[in-house]
């Protein structure tokens, strides 16, 4: 330690030391910190000192100052004589004997400034002598010795021989005597001091009998409690506590008993302080110790216990020696020793003395105390009186006498509470020590609850100023605790008292669900485990729970619920946990469960709404099975149980409702199950794919058609529980967040929840997510009144923008609002103007209309980009979103049937002899009132349909604006009108099917209803594909209404012309200039439209089976789905159903064994077509095919880069053309002016090329031929460019993603890779399509066709059928149907170059004259078609306008021609003039050419016949199974696609025998590598493959002339030298 004397101070100590010392005193003595100031000064004085002792300074110095600093503190004195004793110590061990006297002299210079007393206190006795303080030391040592013996050893004992036993009778006759007189405790302590002066009383025993009479005479408390007080003045204070402590001892046997009047006693003292708790609490036992092991004991024997209750016991002899070992323990542990504290504690209680209590509860283990009954109940009683003014105040129930309390006489007893702010004060604190044994005392336990009923009454309402909402905050918090703590503990050691459950439940409901669920929350999880009797409570309760669930049936429902009832009344919270378990194991549970509820109390249903969401959350179980595609079977179990237990009983939603929202909000959509269930069953609004089409047409109608005839179970008596879920929504405000966050959701099913899960749950949780928010927004629209709706859901722009919902949803929940706000509006109107006429009325609906939704169209133009606008507009867009099919169509026929139903039904009533007649005619009444609800609503729904058409029609001119293409307003309206919405929900589907009828029927001005229809059907695959299982089911639906119309139309010629015939939906346009030199618009007729059906159903095929052959789950599966649900109006044709038949028996063959669910898919499938079979009709019945024109083969157009300058122009392919700019327009009218003329003229046209057999594995060819093919077609390519615009992106896009195989295209360039597609044979589905657009164009001849061919196809005709016959005998494998019908093989024309054909005889050169053939090369999704050629028959899918097939028939003037020939023509694209006679003289040359090489390539070809057929047997026996069933299939009758990786359209001429030959030498080596697809097919087409460039020049000029000249015979060699 620092000094705090510097060695300089003492050598200047006259100079400034002294002052120094002095001022370093008195600041230490004034320092705050009362302990360091002792210190230091301590050691300042000690330095002083020992400075003196050293002889650095002298005493008389050291005597003056300290002279001067023993003022500065009272304590100075002190602590100078502790400095001394210090000293005295320390100098009397040295040997230097100047020290000492330095020391000696020091002391002696300072006596005055200290007492002797002190001196004499703390110095050594020889040090006071040689002061001279002391005479000797020794005599001092003994006197002390003395003294300390008389004090601390010498009993005062009286000599009780002296006693007299008469003054002991005296004495107890002065206690005994009647007290109730003048006579006060004073005057008789003055007989009593004289009693024991004169008799030698012992004071201490007179003390004893005092006490012994006041326990004899308690309720003398005023007398003799003075009386003690005032002995006790004459007696040491210790005395008291002695002898009340020698009293307990005496009771301390084994088998005493103290006496309740000794605690009494003991209790008053304690309360009037004449004795110290600390001092009595040590005569006590038993000690604390043994206290807390009896504790720990009782918390192990209870655990004992209910490991017992929950071991699974095998044999009865155990449980008869347990019930035997049980007996012995109970005697034993009967009789508990005497607790003397305890006793204490009661007598205290009960005389009030609320501080000495808890101070000897705080020494004991928790709730010990109270778990003694007595003791509870002396508590208890206590509490009764604290609170007895404010409960008679606030707390007695109306009409309730009550039986007052009255206090306790005792003024030292806790304060009565007369506010709730004094409750704070000792209640409260009370009750915590009373816990859960506040369950001795039901009528407290109603008193509390009532006190706090009344106090949340008060705390609830306005108006109090801050200070006080403080502490009623305080005070609320205050409640909540002794809730938790007191209230439910006790309840459940209470004995099943439904009166206090539902007591309980009145002061419950005051507080917010939060608060309640986080009271049952500890109630159930931590509670329990707090003492032992709780721990026994729930081993027994749920002991007694797997009795009566063990038991539970059907059949028993109401004795069982009983029980559960009077099991739930104490313990809900563990009775629950287990049923929820057992319910979540065994759904069968659930229906008996539910209805054995009954019996419960509020409190009891309100603990169930927590225990299901408990066991919603719970973090431990998975929500998904182990499979991870099914979502768990406890949380279904759940979900069902919720909404079936909240429908039926009284339950709060506001929790469950909160939970899934925040499961949502959470990114969890597991949970939306159990919003699913909840709305099904209480509201009754039911979401199932599986409804029929009478059910669906009933959901269009009113309210009341849909409650009888649109949902599975009649759904009755949910106007209660519908209420409820509507208030728990609006209370809570959770109506539009939950409809936001599924919104939301159904996106972050797929992107954020569906990471890792397999695809087949996330479609189902993207189901389920979009199914709950259909019915949820279903029950807002339906139970919602318009204010309440349309203060809640934004604007649509909010919606979209603000909130991000997706556009059909956001729709989905405004279209109520609209649909509120028009009627509201029209109500306005119609009330303001009284005209009854239809029209005013009209006008009033069409006004309010446009109110109510100008603003929405201002609102949806920020939703798209501005071009969007361009095509349709804002209103179109609108009111396509807001309308329903409530709105379009009035369901006569279901109004009809469930009015029959109840007509049926009052007959049955009629008959019914057993039933009473009041309920007859209370059922009559019902069925009476039900049927004319009905009929009104019928009514006023036709009248409310009128009214929505006269808006349509006023509107609909302004609905298409087409500003860019008709084609491009379709593909909007597709894109975000029908395709949205037709997937949302069943009726949306059947909506957006109705909705494009009408849009056609109101001749609504730029809307190509073909164009719509045959976008829908065209290119279904990659809408089916990327559908979920229910989205499947609805686009299956949408596409089953839209066949419905499409085969209505086509069934009857008198129906397609009044309602197609004069519309502009049914308009063809041609783009080229006629012969009337203007723009020809023409409608399409009955025929040409029936073969555009056939054209669409082969559609369907082509993309069922595609998706079908891909072995893809979510492929099969929705195709499945989908050709289910279209199965009324698909397949009609025999061939395509076989087709599909086949592929659904493969895939019920392959998915067997690996995928159950699609097995039973396709074999329902597979069943239901087969049923379907005899329906089915031959193609030829389904549309009107010509005569088979023998050898009219339709070549594929070239689609290479000039694809959009060929003749395809002439199909009235809208799209291209409207796609197409305005100066490729003009390309195409100026191309096609002379080709129509010529393609009318060649009615059949081109030569047949096929391998004669129909097989397709072509020959080898000489490199040679290969070299000048590939020349060839290098030139066409060059010519191509030059004469005709670029091909459009649309048939570059197919080039790239068709079928075939692009390492040969790269590698042998466009050429080699056309020759190797044009080689794979067309199947008889597409040969079909050709015959049919033949037929087609033959009818369409006589409008368009020039005179002079009209006259000489006829006689053509009849030459054409010879050599077909000739072939049909050479070609065993065609089927007589393929002869007659004239049918095609696909050629997979790649979209690149064109491939030049093989050699040609001179003949071929000779018909070219007359010949045109144009065909189109296939798109990649879509087995390509022949059509007529006429400007009829539109081709209008965007994938298919790249493949028009036009086929021209040949005329044909002799048949050794046709033998000979083969085709080697070029399109023309560009028509110069040239004169007649440079035409002959071109035409001459190449016909001689042609003639040599086809002498020279006949031999040739006779040698590599044989080569042929061995690479044939080959390549068989390569072909895997299938595919050679296949082929043998599509040999035969059938005529179905098989998605052999090149199948197009394609020629299918009929040779005779010699061009056979010639075209079966060449197979090529290179075509071996693709033998496999091609062996698939029946045919290929083979062409000359060697062409000098001199000849195609000389075949070139002939174009032009043949074109400008408009010659007709010059026109008929150009396009099939093209193409093969």
């Known amino acids: 330690m620092a000094a705090l004397l510097p060695a300089e101070w003492i050598k200047n100590w006259e100079k400034g030391g002294k002052s120094e010392f002095v001022q370093l005193c008195r600041a230490l003595s004034e320092n705050k910190n009362h302990d360091v100031g002792f210190r230091d000064i301590q050691q300042a004085l000690y330095e002083l000192a020992y400075h003196v002792v050293r002889g650095n300074l002298k005493h008389d110095q050291a005597s003056n100052v300290l002279g001067d600093v023993i003022e500065f503190r009272e304590d100075m004195p002190s602590i100078l004589a502790d400095v001394f004793c210090i000293l005295d110590i320390e100098t009397s061990c040295l040997e230097e004997k ?20 002190v001196l004499k206190e703390r110095l050594d006795p020889e040090t006071l002598e040689s002061l001279g303080l002391i005479k000797q030391s020794q005599q001092f040592n003994q006197k002390s010795v003395k003294i300390k013996t008389k004090l601390f050893y010498k009993q005062q004992k009286f000599n009780l021989l002296r006693e007299e036993n008469e003054g002991y009778a005296k004495l107890i006759a002065e206690l005994g005597q009647d007290l109730s007189g003048n006579i006060t405790s004073d005057l008789i302590l003055e007989n009593i001091k004289s009693l024991i002066g004169c008799f030698n009383l012992d004071p201490n025993r007179v003390l004893d009998i005092i006490l012994e009479v006041y326990e004899c005479r308690p309720e003398y408390d005023d007398f003799f409690v003075p009386l003690i007080e005032s002995y006790m003045y004459m007696c040491e204070p210790q005395t008291l506590c002695h002898i009340l402590g020698f009293k307990f001892k005496f009771y301390q046997d084994p088998s005493g008993e103290t006496p309740s009047s000794l605690y009494r006693v003991a209790a008053v003292l304690l309360q009037h302080n004449l004795i110290d ?35 699974v016991v095998l044999s009865s002899e155990k449980t008869e020696e347990k019930e035997k070992e049980k007996e ?105 020590y009373l816990g859960p044994h506040l369950s001795h005392d039901p009528i407290l336990f109603a008193k509390v609850v009532r006190l706090g009923k009344a106090f949340m009454k008060e705390f609830q309402s306005d108006g109090s100023k801050q200070e006080d909402k403080e502490k009623m905050e305080t005070l609320f918090s205050c409640l909540l605790s002794i809730t938790d703590q007191v209230l439910l503990p006790s309840l459940s050691l209470m004995d099943c008292n439904a009166c206090m459950s539902e007591e309980l439940w009145g002061m419950f409901k005051t507080f917010p669900y939060q608060y309640r669920y986080r009271l049952y929350g500890q109630w159930k999880n931590e509670t329990y485990n707090s003492h032992p009797l709780l721990v026994k409570v729930k081993a027994q309760t749920i002991d007694r729970a797997k009795y009566i669930m063990k038991r539970l049936t059907k059949e028993n429902v109401k004795p069982s619920g009983r029980q559960i009832g009077k099991l739930s009344h104490s313990n809900p919270t563990i009775l629950f946990d287990y049923i929820l378990s057992q319910i979540q194991k065994y759904d069968n549970l659930i229906t008996p469960v539910v209805d054995s509820l009954k019996y419960l109390t509020s409190l009891n249903y309100d603990v169930l709404a927590y225990c299901i969401i408990e066991a919603l959350a719970n973090p431990e179980k998975e929500r998904m099975k182990h499979d991870d595609t099914t979502i768990s079977s406890w949380l279904q179990s759940l979900a069902s149980f919720c909404g079936a237990v909240f429908r039926k009983y009284p339950i709060e939603l506001a929790g469950l409702l909160q939970y899934v929202a925040n499961q949502l909000k959470a990114g969890k959509s597991f949970d939306l199950l159990i919003l699913k269930e909840v709305v099904q069953k209480m509201a009754g609004i039911e979401i199932t794919e599986e409804m029929t089409m009478e059910q669906l047409e009933a959901m269009t109608g009113g309210e009341q058609l849909k409650a009888e005839g649109g949902y599975f179970g009649q759904i009755r008596n949910t106007k209660k529980s519908s209420q409820r879920l509507k208030d728990a929504l609006l209370d809570h405000d959770l109506a539009l967040p939950l409809c936001l966050l599924m919104a939301q959701q159904r996106n972050g099913v797929v992107f954020q929840e569906g990471g890792e899960k397999h695809l087949k749950l996330v479609g189902k949780l993207y189901d389920q997510c979009h199914d709950t928010l259909v019915q949820f927004g279903g029950f807002l629209a339906s139970n919602l009144s318009t ?189 975000l009108c029908i395709f949205p919405r037709c997937i949302f929900s069943a009726i949306d589907a059947v909506y957006c099917a109705h909705f494009v009828e009408l849009v056609h029927q109101q001749k609504t001005p730029n809307f190509s209803t073909l164009l719509c229809y045959d976008r829908v059907f065209s290119d279904i695959i990659y809408t089916v594909a990327s559908c979920t299982e229910n989205e499947a089911s609805r686009y299956g639906r949408f596409l089953c209404c839209m066949l419905e119309t499409v085969t209505r139309w086509h069934s009857d010629r008198v129906i397609y012309e009044k309602e197609c015939g004069n519309y502009p939906g049914f308009l063809t346009i041609l783009r080229a200039t006629g012969f009337d030199g203007g723009n020809k618009a023409d409608q399409l007729d009955y025929e040409n439209f029936r073969h555009v059906v056939h054209k669409w159903h082969y559609k369907l095929t082509k993309a069922s089976v595609h998706c079908l052959e891909t072995g893809e789950y979510t492929h099969i599966r929705n195709i499945l789905i989908v050709l289910t649900k279209i199965l009324p109006w698909y397949p009609k044709v025999l061939n395509l159903g076989q087709a599909l038949e086949r592929r659904v028996h493969k895939i019920c063959q392959e998915e067997k064994e690996k995928r159950p669910d699609l097995y039973a898919l396709a074999m329902g499938y597979s069943g239901q077509l087969k049923s379907r079979k005899p329906f089915m009709i031959p193609e030829n019945e389904f549309h009107h095919k010509d005569p088979p024109a023998r050898n009219a083969v339709p070549a594929t157009v070239q689609n290479g880069p000039g694809g959009a300058g060929m003749p395809t122009s002439l199909t009235i392919n809208t799209v291209r053309l409207e796609e197409g700019t305005a100066e490729e327009t003009d390309k195409l009218k100026e191309k096609s002016q002379g080709v129509v003329k010529v393609i009318n003229k060649t009615v059949n046209a081109t030569p047949k090329v096929t391998t004669s057999n129909g097989n397709s594995a072509s020959n080898s060819k000489i490199i040679k031929e290969k070299d000048d093919k590939e020349k060839s077609g290098k030139e066409k390519d060059k010519e191509k460019k030059d004469k005709t615009p670029a091909a459009t992106p649309e048939m570059k896009a197919l080039g790239k993603d068709g079928k075939e195989k692009p390492k ?113 090369s296939p798109s990649h999704s879509s087995t390509v078609k022949g059509t007529a050629v006429l400007p009829k028959v539109p081709l209008v899918s965007e994938n298919y306008s790249s493949s028009r097939v036009i086929s021209v028939h040949f005329l044909q003037d002799n048949l050794n021609e046709l033998k000979d020939s083969s085709a080697k023509h070029y399109i023309n694209h560009t028509t110069p003039t040239l004169s007649k006679s440079k035409e002959r003289e071109v035409e001459k040359k190449d016909l001689d050419k042609s003639r040599e090489r086809s002498r020279e390539r006949e031999k040739k070809d006779e040698k590599d016949r044989k080569e042929r057929k061995r690479d044939h047997s080959n390549s068989d026996r390569e072909v895997p199974q299938d595919s050679t069933k296949r082929r043998k299939e599509e040999n035969g009758t059938t005529g179905s696609s098989k998605h052999s990786k090149s199948e197009s359209p394609s020629d299918s001429p009929r040779l005779n025998e010699k061009e056979k030959e010639k075209n079966k030498s060449k197979s090529s080596g290179k075509e071996k590598g693709d033998s496999i697809k091609a062996e698939k097919m029946e045919k290929s087409s083979s062409g000359s493959k060697k062409e000098s460039r001199h000849d195609k020049e000389k075949a070139e000029k002939k174009e032009k002339r043949d074109s400008t000249g408009g010659k007709e015979e010059k026109k008929h060699h150009k396009s099939s030298d093209k193409h093969r």
């Open 1304 to 1416: 040969e295209e790269r590698a042998n360039k466009d050429e080699k890779a056309r020759e190797i597609k044009e080689k794979t044979p067309k199947s008889d589905k597409e040969k079909e399509k050709v015959k049919k657009e033949e037929k087609a164009s033959k009818e369409e001849k006589s409008k368009t066709v020039v005179t002079i061919i009209e006259s000489k196809s006829s006689a053509e005709k009849e030459r054409e059928k010879e050599p077909s016959r000739e072939r049909d005998l050479a070609k065993e494998m065609k089927s007589k149907e393929n002869a007659k019908g004239g049918e095609k093989v696909p050629v997979a024309g790649s979209l690149k170059s064109p491939v030049p054909r093989s050699e040609t005889s001179e003949s071929e050169r000779e018909q070219k004259r007359r010949k045109v053939d144009t065909h189109s």
């Open 787 to 975: 204010e309440d709706y349309i203060k809640r859901v934004p604007s649509i722009d909010v919606l979209c923008n603000e909130f991000h919902t997706p556009h059909d949803a956001a729709f989905f929940l405004s279209r109520p609002m609209y649909a509120h706000h028009i009627s509201s509006k029209y109500d306005e109107l119609k009330k303001a103007e009284k005209g009854n006429k239809q029209q005013h009325k009209v006008h009033k609906y069409i006004t309010s209309c446009e109110l109510v939704m100008a603003p929405v169209h201002e609102a949806v133009i920020s939703l798209h980009l501005p071009k969007v606008w361009d095509d349709i507009s804002p209103q179109f867009y609108a009111t396509f979103w807001s309308l329903t099919m409530y709105d379009l169509a009035v369901p006569h026929s279901s109004y009809d049937r469930e009015v029959n139903k109840l007509k049926v039904q009052m007959k049955a009533i009629d008959d019914n002899q057993e039933m009473p007649p009041n309920k007859k005619k209370k059922e009559k009444e019902r069925c009476t009132a039900l049927q004319d609800k009905l009929l009104e609503e019928e009514k006023k729904q036709l009248e409310h349909v009128q009214r929505v058409l006269q808006r349509l029609k006023l509107e609909k001119d302004n609905w298409l604006l087409a500003k860019s293409t008709k084609n491009e307003t379709i593909t909007k309206f597709l894109q």
């Open 98 to 117: 100047n020290k000492r006297d330095h020391f000696t002299q020091l002391v002696l210079a300072c006596l005055y400034l200290v007492s002797d007393t």
């Open 328 to 432: 012995k323990e109970e005697e034993k542990t009967e009789k508990p020793p005497d607790n003397q504290k305890l006793g204490l504690l009661e007598a205290l209680l009960k005389i009030g003395d609320w501080q000495h209590a808890q101070s000897i509860m705080d020494q004991m283990p928790p709730f010990y105390s109270t778990s003694h009954r007595a003791i509870a109940v002396a508590l208890c009683q206590l509490v009764h009186v604290t609170v007895e003014p404010l409960y008679r105040r606030v707390g007695v129930p109306k009409g309730a006498k009550g039986s007052p309390i009255s206090s306790l006489p005792n003024k030292r007893a806790p304060k009565q509470a007369e506010s709730f702010e004094e409750l704070k004060k000792e209640v409260f604190n009370m009750l915590c």
């Open 277 to 311: 708790l600390e001092d009595l609490y040590v005569h006590l036992l038993p000690g604390d110790n043994a206290i807390i092991e009896e504790h720990k004991r009782e918390i192990v024997e209870a655990k004992q216990i209910v490991r017992k209750l929950t071991m």
